[in-house]
């Protein structure tokens, strides 16, 4: 199939892209990577009658340090960052996060801002963000609004983002001290597909190997990115053993709802979720035992 017939602008400014949005409302779609607007336009499920190119607005892109966070612009491409040095010692949960996310062709133009908006409840990036508690900016032509992950993700392909607004950065907490470690898995039928399950997890243990700090999430499994702080903090204070990763995967998993579809049932999905959780669990705490910083 082909899209519906559309009117292609191409936003010289943010304001520029602003105005539009303000304009047409929900007739409009801003248009980043197009990895997933554009097929979803093609298979008719989406059909905007303005595209709004927001490509070129080079103050969307980049990455910027600052003591506590990353900051990243909505439109920085996931290849640009897949093997920055940087981000991989400050942010290793999102490296490791977009190592799954399609293949390097998709990564080359898709965008880190474009997959957290499009809100797919298997895609890697919104279950980082929702991990570590990313803070997601929102402009319109009223202003600035900051929302946390926790509440931007709001079901399948739904999130807080209102149809006058673009999301313009996003900050990625980055913790503070020894023995961080983190990882990431997931399930699929072919590497880049989107995954059945996944599992997120970041911790920090003490020189005495006991966790201090633990974040565990799933995805796939529910509507949203799920993520368990107070079911993981039952680790702090203990050794994160192999009994009691799977003890806490497996209740992680439980409380998950997966659908049914032509790919896996819903009560594989929890299994695959549980197995995920533990490997996840486990792995970030052999990562925290070798990190010295
Ligand atoms: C073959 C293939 C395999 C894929 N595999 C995976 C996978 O394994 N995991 C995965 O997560 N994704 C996967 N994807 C999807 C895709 O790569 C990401 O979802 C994609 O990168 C989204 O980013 P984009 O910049 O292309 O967004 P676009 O397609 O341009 O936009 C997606 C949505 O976000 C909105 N949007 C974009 N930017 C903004 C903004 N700044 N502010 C407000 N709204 C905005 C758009 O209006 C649209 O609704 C795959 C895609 C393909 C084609």
Not at 197 to 222: I, K, N, P
Not at 235 to 264: F, K, M, N, Y
Request: proline share 4%; glycine share 8%.
């Amino acid at each position: 199939m082909k899209a519906a017939p559309f009117d292609y602008i191409r936003a010289e400014s943010e304001s520029h892209a602003l105005e539009v949005l303000q304009q047409h409302g929900a007739d409009a779609k801003l248009v980043a990577g197009g990895q997933s607007l554009v097929p979803m336009m093609a298979m008719r499920l989406a059909r905007p009658s303005v595209l709004v190119d927001i490509n070129r607005l080079t103050a969307l892109k980049g990455v910027e340090n600052a003591a506590d966070a990353v900051r990243m612009g909505a439109c920085t491409r996931q290849r640009d960052i897949e093997h920055d040095q940087g981000l991989r010692s400050r942010l290793p949960l999102v490296a490791q996060a977009l190592a799954w996310v399609g293949h390097i062709q998709t990564r080359n133009r898709g965008t880190v801002g474009g997959s957290l908006v499009h809100a797919d409840p298997s895609a890697e990036l919104p279950l980082a963000a929702g991990v570590l508690a990313a803070r997601l900016h929102l402009r319109s032509q009223n202003g600035v609004r900051v929302v946390d992950a926790a509440e931007f993700f709001q079901g399948p392909m739904f999130t807080a983002t209102a149809e006058t607004e673009c999301l313009v950065a996003i900050d990625w907490p980055v913790w503070k001290g020894a023995h961080i470690g983190s990882a990431f898995d997931e399930t699929s039928i072919r590497h880049g597909d989107f995954a059945m399950a996944s599992a997120a997890c970041q911790l920090q243990l003490d020189e005495a190997g006991v966790c201090r700090r633990v974040v565990l999430g799933f995805g796939g499994v529910d509507g949203t990115p799920m993520v368990f702080p107070e079911l993981a903090s039952q680790l702090v204070g203990h050794r994160i053993t192999a009994q009691a990763a799977r003890e806490i995967a497996h209740s992680a998993s439980s409380r998950c709802e997966p659908g049914d579809d032509i790919h896996a049932t819903a009560s594989f999905r929890r299994h695959l979720a549980a197995v995920l959780g533990e490997r996840v669990l486990l792995k970030a705490a052999e990562n925290a035992r070798g990190a010295s910083h």
